[in-house]
């Protein structure tokens, strides 16, 4: 096999914990995380939201334990394919492929919706042209950026990411108090303080099952477990987990205060309202530019 | 942005190398070959994202839990996959089948997380069935 296809793929370095977390978060911190709280806060209350959170964090500890088994008995493998090719047999490791392949071309899908649905809130007179320019990007770093590029890019994205996560709550709790926060959301949204909603128990559960398929299938996570120094797996699964949780928590914070001195229209509107609610400019283009 | 942009990114990468490595590698490109391969499948794919994007939008966003059947159905089968020692026929991608159907069919009667929960257990039936029925034939080793 030829050396720039494997410098494509693998990169030249072997990831330890710090590497390997980085690019785990920054593969899942998605659009969906950004674009589906506002509807788990409105469906589930704020018990679905904390759930959301956690379901995801339990997912990544399960592929944690998973993940580690499979380093250990495959040191050669470089993608998912590459396991399958040894523990199926030829004509139906094609199917299982086709398969991985197909869905992963639709989560790719999902994401570009959710990149293009921000770009209509940020830019609504020109969407697509802005994410027309948005795919070129992705087009540049995943197609031909390989994983160096792509190691590097998510070192400074999830600072970013972190960044505003920290810094928008907290700008928006400080400016506000806490207290006026929580009587808005009480006097406006008592319904969001409603816990032991059988829905909500059966929203988690099921968001656990969806998380665990999403993760366990997805060939990116797969080539960064592959790339891992197989005795720092666990931690950095678990760790990836705890830290990937505060992101849902942090964006529930940011939509409370946007919500919690007036009612909403409609839902898919809430993103844009949370935007409003930043009323310096600069913090909403923070938002829109990090997350 | 930008999170969206690493996290799409890594997911094109992810796909890209998967389609190459283990679809076409088979047939041992040479080093041009696999270039040109990777940059038409990438501007393939994303082109046709584009336009399916393009003409959906913007509607309502409940495409999270879309496939929430088949993805709580492959879990499953990949752990069997990746779990047992031996090498597997078509069980796998049968019992994925099964299991989607099973919840999509449960979807009309049901509420939609009941029957992702229906699509993951019965696929961890028919996989415990599947090993139970084959356990004499997988006892020795394989070579």
Known sequence: MNDKWMLYMRGSVTFGLGL????????????????SSPQTLIQYGIAGSIGYAIAGGLAFFFLGLVAKRVRRSF?????????????????????????LLFMGAYALMVQFYAAGTLFYYAIPQLP?????????LVIYFGGYGGLKKLTSLSFYSVVMIFLTTILLPIYSYLQNGISPIYDGV???????????????????????????????????TWMRIFVTKPEKIGLAFQSTGL???????????????????????????????????????FLMIIFVFFV | ??????????????????????????KSLTDKQITQYRH????????????????????????????????????????????????TGPAPAIIVAIGSVIGIVSHLSLHSFFSIWASFLSACLLFIAFYLFNLQKYKKPME
């Open chain 1, 128 to 136: 697509l042209i802005g994410f027309g320019g948005f795919l070129l």
């Open chain 2, 1 to 26: 942005m930008i999170a969206m942009l690493t996290a799409s990114s890594s997911e094109l990468h992810g796909w890209t190398s998967l389609l190459i490595k283990n679809v076409w590698l088979e």
């Open chain 1, 243 to 281: 830290i990937w949780a505060t992101v849902p928590m942090a964006l529930l914070a940011l939509l409370l205060f946007a919500i919690s001195g007036k009612s909403f229209d409609h839902v898919y509107l809430l993103i844009q309202t949370m935007l409003q609610a930043l009323d310096a400019s």
């Open chain 1, 186 to 220: 009480k006097l406006y949204h008592p319904y969001l303080f409603f816990m032991g909603s059988h829905e909500t128990v059966w929203f988690v559960s099921a968001a656990i099952l969806v998380f665990t398929g999403q993760i366990l299938t997805d060939s990116a």
């Open chain 2, 40 to 87: 038409l499948s990438v501007w393939l794919l994303a082109f046709i994202l584009f336009v399916i994007v393009a003409i959906v939008f913007p509607s309502s966003f409940s495409l999270l839990f879309f496939f929430g059947n088949l993805y709580a159905s492959l879990i499953p089968a990949v752990m069997y996959i990746l779990i047992t020692e031996h090498r």
């Open chain 1, 75 to 99: 040191p050669e493998a470089i993608t998912i394919g590459d396991v399958l090719k040894e523990k199926l047999l030829p004509s139906y490791y094609h199917t299982f492929i086709l398969m």
């Open chain 1, 20 to 35: 390997a977390i980085i690019t785990l978060l920054a593969r899942w911190v998605t659009g969906n995380t950004i674009l």
